[in-house]
Nanobody, 125 residues
Framework: QVQLVESGGGSVQSGGSLRLSCVVHGFNGSAELMGWFRQAPGKEREGVAAIDSGGRAIYTDSVKDRFTLSHDVAENTVSLQMNNLKPEDTATYYC???????????????????WGQGTQVTVSS
């Protein structure tokens, strides 16, 4: 059974930092794609950052130069270091993964088959 376990959410003031982590259990091998998505109240879920098994990472424009993704392919873990957080970063953050080979790296919900339960990030001004 595949399970994605997230940790690291919380509340910070604007300009603060948080680090989110996600461990994928149950994959037979390493994940091809791992990513973070977020959903704010009343808004659609959006892609934040994603990384492939080769270490290539992509970010949505609003978090570039503030967020950094890292991963351990062998351990199927991915972490998102979030610096200089802004109130507009407030959302529930979801870890997502895709074990299948051949998928192009993208911030597209349809490219990820497994999801975590979500962890709340709240940034106050």
């Amino acid at each position: 059974q595949v399970q994605l376990v997230e940790s690291g959410g919380g509340s910070v003031q604007s300009g603060g930092s948080l680090r989110l982590s996600c461990v994928v259990h149950g994959f037979n091998g390493s994940a091809e794609l791992m990513g973070w998505f977020r959903q704010a109240p009343g808004k659609e879920r959006e892609g934040v950052a994603a990384i492939d098994s080769g270490g290539r990472a992509i970010y949505t424009d609003s978090v570039k130069d503030r967020f950094t993704l890292s991963h351990d392919v062998a351990e199927n873990t991915v972490s998102l270091q979030m610096n200089n957080l802004k109130p507009e970063d407030t959302a529930t953050y979801y870890c997502a993964a895709n074990p299948a080979r051949g998928w192009r790296l993208r911030l597209d919900i349809s490219a990820y088959f497994y999801w975590g339960q979500g962890t709340q990030v709240t940034v106050s001004s």
